[in-house]
């Protein structure tokens, strides 16, 4: 199982703080790919992923017990 | 308090100034962010922040790590407020201290700067009739970004 969080917009676009899934040995794309099919909405604007608290690229491979974040725009300051 | 820190009260500025002093520095500049009522002719009631708190909290420190390296014998300290904040509440505070005050000022900016670029914290802006999450973000969209 991995785990994906959700702030602000996404939050609310998705209903859901965090939730569990099934997903290891496939890279950030291909779950934002799906997340995209899961949620209507999702795929406005830009997201990027943290995964274990650490920015990554399209093409990282996510693996068993991490932690994904989708990261919306921010806007600290 | 902590050096890099996200925290859920009123910000008091001068334990950070204090946390950067040391006996080699000459200047010490303290930003505060505050929030604005007007923005583009929109009135804001209030804000509405949110973090990914340990990692918002692992991006201050690497800003500051960052500036220390770019900026020799300078010292960090940054905290960000979340949660709810009223009109002129303290969002932000950064703290800088440097032998010489170019350098606490320069390195002062370039601090925010990057807050608003890779801290993973959001600002929710609600009017007298709505509300909106605020994206500022200035990198590149993932496809096109090296962010490692």
Redesign the interface.
């Known amino acids: 199982m991995i785990t994906v969080?959700y702030?602000?917009?996404l939050k609310?676009k998705t209903g859901l703080d965090k939730e569990q899934l099934i997903f290891s040995g496939k890279t950030?794309k291909q779950l934002l790919e799906e997340l995209q099919r899961k949620y209507e909405g999702l795929s406005d604007?830009?997201?990027?992923?943290?995964i274990n608290?650490?920015?990554?690229?399209?093409e990282d491979i996510i693996e068993e017990k991490d932690i994904i974040?989708l990261?919306?725009?921010?806007?600290?300051? | 308090m902590k050096l890099f820190e996200i925290v859920e009260t009123v910000i008091d500025p001068e334990p950070y100034r204090k946390a950067v002093l040391h006996a080699s520095a000459g200047a010490v500049t303290v930003f505060t962010?505050h929030v604005r009522e007007w923005t583009k002719g929109i009135r804001t009631i209030y804000l509405a922040?949110?973090?990914?708190i340990?990692?918002?909290e692992?991006k201050l420190a690497q800003i500051g790590k960052e500036i220390e390296e770019q900026w020799p014998n300078t010292k960090v300290a940054i905290a960000?407020r979340i949660g709810k904040l009223e009109i002129s509440d303290i969002?932000?505070v950064i703290a800088v201290s440097s032998p010489h005050r170019k350098v606490a000022y320069e390195a002062n900016e370039y601090a925010?700067e990057r807050?608003?670029?890779?801290?993973?914290?959001?600002?929710?802006e609600i009017w007298e009739n709505g509300q909106e999450?605020?994206?500022?973000?200035k990198?590149k969209?993932?496809?096109e970004?090296?962010?490692?």
């Open positions: 969080l702030f602000a917009g609310e950030v604007g830009i997201i990027q992923v943290a608290e650490e920015y990554a690229l399209p974040a990261i919306p725009p921010v806007s600290g300051g | 962010g922040y949110e973090a990914y340990p990692m918002a692992k960000h969002a932000v925010i807050i608003k670029e890779i801290v993973p914290i959001w600002k929710k999450w605020i994206g500022e973000q990198q969209p993932i496809v970004g090296e962010l490692k």
